[in-house]
Every structure is written in structure tokens, then in C-alpha cells.
């Protein structure tokens, strides 16, 4: 799979075989590993000023997307996207 760019959209499949299309609202790598930020695609198109829902994942070797599970990683990872977007 090729590296996973800001603005690419992605189909993700939940546990259950249902589908939904998210986009990639931007990348950063922390502590050696790639992360991504992704929101409902249908989401984003809408364009209101209502917030969205986003989703931190973790890009592993194969530029897949997997959950966060670890909490004291996910807040790391969420302070990380914070700080990037007040920049």
C-alpha cells in the first residue's frame, strides 16, 4: 500500500463487515511511529460549523491503520495532533 497522505479518502471496515469512507485530516510521526487523524468523510463534505468526530490511528509497517488501544499512547498521540494544529 502506498504512504498515506492528508486528504486521501479511506474505507475503513469495523468488526462487524460494515463499511465507511474517512478522510485523512492530516499525518505526524511521534516517537518513531506514524499516526494518522481521520473523520467521516460524509462528515467533512457537509462543510457546517458543527464539530466533527475524529479518529487517531496508528499507519503500521504496510501503511494499514489500526486502533489505538494503549490510553497513555492515545492521549501522547492526541496532545501531539493538538499542539500541530495550533501551529
Known sequence: MEKIETGEI?????????TQDMEVL???????????AVGYAEELQKKSDEEIEVFFLRVDDEEQLSIIENN????K????????EEK
Open 10 to 18: 479511506i474505507t475503513m471496515i469495523d468488526d462487524n463487515g460494515y
Open 72 to 75: 497513555g499512547e492515545l492521549e
Open 77 to 84: 498521540v492526541t496532545a501531539a495532533f493538538n499542539e500541530a
Open 26 to 36: 492530516g499525518t505526524l510521526t511521534l516517537e518513531g511511529k506514524e499516526y494518522a
